[in-house]
């Protein structure tokens, strides 16, 4: 399994004031580097050992993790925006239906980024939303693979 949160951009890439939203969309995750790096060597060779930058939600800088896979039959790929136009070479996806309100209140319960719950609501409303719904208009993740609805 692979998270994609990881491959999160440092903040000064992945945030701006000018247009939170699309920057965060555009910027949020290093897809190219997942991909050519980790993903596409271990589905070519199933197995991967390589060293690469991670980043913590809160980092201001990278920090080294060896990402180490041997006897791969599949490959889980987990994470905002990985249903995009890299999905083309995914044998199955999924999509989790998942409100904005619970999302929202998952964030707020698991302490997002150690922001108090103010600042979380502000995060959610001005900036990962509105990046959300851009997501949605630009790569209609509903609309591929296997469609879930939560219980």
């Known amino acids: 399994?692979?998270?994609?949160?990881?491959?999160?951009?440092?903040?000064?890439?992945?945030?701006?004031?000018?247009?939170?939203?699309?920057?965060?969309?555009?910027?949020?995750?290093?897809?190219?580097?997942?991909?050519?790096?980790?993903?596409?060597?271990?589905?070519?060779?199933?197995?991967?050992?390589?060293?690469?930058?991670?980043?913590?939600?809160?980092?201001?800088?990278?920090?080294?993790?060896?990402y180490r896979f041997d006897d791969i039959d599949v490959i889980l790929l987990e994470g905002v925006y990985a249903e995009t136009r890299i999905s083309a070479l995914y044998d199955l996806s999924i999509w989790i239906?998942?409100?904005?309100?619970?999302?929202l209140e998952q964030a707020i319960k698991r302490g997002q980024e150690g922001l108090p719950p103010a600042e979380v609501t502000r995060a959610y409303q001005t900036i990962y939303f509105p990046a959300q719904l851009i997501h949605f208009e630009v790569d209609h993740p509903q609309t591929r693979g296997v469609y879930c609805l939560p219980q």
């Open 1 to 66: 399994m692979i998270n994609v949160d990881g491959f999160l951009n440092l903040p000064s890439i992945r945030f701006s004031e000018v247009d939170p939203a699309r920057t965060f969309y555009q910027h949020a995750i290093r897809f190219d580097e997942l991909f050519e790096t980790l993903v596409l060597p271990s589905k070519a060779d199933r197995r991967v050992e390589v060293e690469m930058n991670f980043t913590e939600e809160t980092a201001l800088r990278y920090r080294r993790n060896v």
């Open 97 to 103: 239906e998942c409100t904005f309100e619970t999302a």
